[in-house]
């Protein structure tokens, strides 16, 4: 830092923040701690009382704490994301849109790795609203070299994006509730009604609701025929347990290309199928669902009505903090 006379002291940079007071009227911060300090600027700290102020001189190859954020924003910002202007050295990221907030967990590690700089997340897989913060950032001192941004940079480049949100998407669902009982009458579904309010929440085009009873064959007809409308995502409810007349994981596996996860490292909600026929996910939902409030299937819901396709390590990875209630 270095004393100058304010006259001298354009095109600088202010070392710390300014405030102004007006007794009975005003008391804040005028000129924040990095300023670029302009000739128009000059009366306004007279009128405060400031005609010497401490300045900050740069040498080649350092940058200031803001512009170091506003630079490791731009490089990390991926699509529906907008950065606030700096405030205390720190810029945030916040969302445009509701989606599904998606971080590159490696990149995120190498960045906080290079030492005196800081990329604080929320927590990838999240269901995000137009406005919340996802992100903040800042260089640790208020004097940073360039070298260690550039290497932020080099790496955001080579992850990109490392934070970003993807929309949800108005998807056609199909649902498929299985169980004698039910479809005799014996008892009330529960499950339709369920599913229905966790659609709900995002933009779901719901295509039907059949209900079949145990037999393998029916339960494979009800998806085959939400297939043929066009359906991109199939939910089957109950038969998940390993009792005998539970057929659902069965029926599904044979129609499968590919199967995810059969029973989960998660609680509640252990026994969930997730499996792909095509590019159509068709999830096997267990009785969990009906009663408890958050169980596995509001985990995968949103990424596969953001288009996220799930893999089974990202499942494994769930057992740390997949004991959900």
């Known amino acids: 830092m270095r004393e100058i006379h304010v006259r001298d002291a354009v095109g600088l940079r202010l070392a710390h ?8 009227e005003f008391k804040g911060r005028i000129f924040r701690k990095g300023h670029l300090i302009r000739e128009e600027d000059i009366p306004t700290l007279l009128d405060i009382g400031k005609e010497h102020i401490y300045v900050l001189e740069l040498q080649p190859g350092q940058l200031h704490e803001e512009d170091a954020a506003i630079r490791l924003a731009g490089a990390v910002m991926g699509s529906h994301l907008t950065a606030t202007e700096p405030s205390e050295g720190k810029v945030v990221l916040k969302s445009e849109i509701k989606g599904l907030l998606k971080i590159d967990k490696e990149a995120l590690l ?3 790795s290079i030492g005196d700089l800081l990329v604080v997340t929320k927590k990838s897989d999240s269901v995000v609203q137009p406005g919340d913060a996802v992100a903040a950032m800042k260089a640790v001192p208020l004097i940073i070299s360039e070298q260690k941004v550039v290497q932020a940079e080099t790496i955001a480049r080579m992850s990109a994006p490392v934070i970003s949100v993807l929309p949800f998407r108005t998807m056609k669902v199909g649902i498929v509730t299985t169980g004698s009982e039910v479809a005799s009458g014996r008892i009330e579904d529960k499950f339709g009604p369920r599913v229905r309010e966790k659609l709900s929440l995002y933009q779901a085009d719901v295509l039907g609701h059949k209900i079949v009873g145990d037999k393998k064959e029916d339960i494979q ?5 939400f297939l043929d409308q066009g359906a991109e995502v199939v939910l089957c409810t109950g038969g998940m347990s390993v009792d005998p007349d539970d057929r659902t994981p069965g029926a599904i596996r044979e129609l499968a290309t590919e199967v995810v996860a059969y029973g989960m490292p998660i609680f509640p909600g252990s026994m969930m199928m997730l499996a792909y026929i095509g590019g159509v996910p068709v999830f096997g939902l267990p009785g969990a669902v009906i009663y408890e409030e958050v169980t596995a299937f509001d985990l995968f819901l949103p990424r596969i009505l953001a288009g996220d396709k799930v893999s089974g390590q990202e499942i494994a990875e769930l057992a740390h903090g997949g004991l959900l209630k």
């Open 221 to 225: 007809a009800a998806i085959r025929e």
């Open 110 to 112: 190498m960045l906080n």
């Open 17 to 24: 923040d300014l405030t102004r007071i007006v007794p009975g």
